[in-house]
Structures are given as structure tokens and as C-alpha cells.
């Protein structure tokens, strides 16, 4: 079964760097896609950056284009969300999800595993 574990979250300064790294304690995940969703106070999830099993496709929200990067290791059963040039409106938690593909990556509704999330805090 999918476990879903986020770390690397934290405080930082606009225009700093974060990497959030997702584990799969149960090792199951290597042949799903996985991405990452924000959320911050007041707000409705929003998708991040979504990648397939093989990490041959990509995908990015257009607001992240060209600062986040993500990245995975099925050997090590993990996906990373490389963030730079960070702004104050990055600022939120941030949830890995994995599932099959369905296509619609970008929406909450194609993901039944989720892990508890990670605050990043970005400071002007």
C-alpha cells in the first residue's frame, strides 16, 4: 500500500531555494504518477508539478514553470520538488499525491493516496 511521507519543508527568504522530497514507506509507487498540490490559508488545493512513473513526462503549473523542477528515484522510492526563486505567494503546504495515470494530473480528484503535507513558508 501507499504511504505517502513529505519532508523538507520550512522557512526561507524570497528569492531562496527548498527541496521537498515524498517517500513511499510502503514501496509501492514506482509505477504510479506522483505530484505535488498546494494549499494555503483560505484557498483550494492547486496542483503543482505532476510526474509518470517512468519520468519521462513533466508536468508544471504555469506559475512554477522555470523555478521548480520534479524529479524521481524509483529506487529509492522517492519524488523531489526542486524549488527556486521563491516568492512569498509559494508560501503553503504542500502534499504529495500518487495514483495510476488518469490524465487529468492536474486535478485532485485522480489521486487516492496523499501524505499529510509540509509547510513552506516564504518571507518577503
Known amino acids: 500500500q501507499v504511504q505517502l511521507v513529505e519532508s523538507g519543508g520550512g522557512l526561507v527568504q524570497a528569492g531562496g531555494s527548498l527541496r521537498l522530497s515524498c517517500v513511499d514507506s510502503g514501496r509501492t509507487f514506482s509505477t504510479y504518477t506522483t505530484a505535488w498540490f498546494r494549499q494555503a490559508p483560505g484557498k483550494e488545493r492547486e496542483f503543482v508539478a505532476a510526474i509518470r512513473w517512468s519520468g519521462g513526462s513533466t508536468y508544471y503549473a504555469d506559475g512554477v514553470k522555470g523555478r521548480f523542477t520534479i524529479s524521481r528515484d524509483n529506487a529509492k522510492n522517492t519524488v523531489d520538488l526542486q524549488m527556486k526563486s521563491l516568492k512569498p505567494e509559494d508560501s503553503a503546504i504542500y502534499y504529495c499525491?500518487?495514483?495510476?495515470?488518469?490524465?487529468?494530473?492536474?486535478?485532485?480528484?485522480?489521486?487516492?493516496?496523499w501524505g499529510q503535507g509540509t509547510q513552506v513558508t516564504v518571507s518577503s
Open positions: 499525491a500518487a495514483d495510476r495515470y488518469s490524465g487529468r494530473y492536474y486535478s485532485t480528484s485522480s489521486y487516492n493516496y
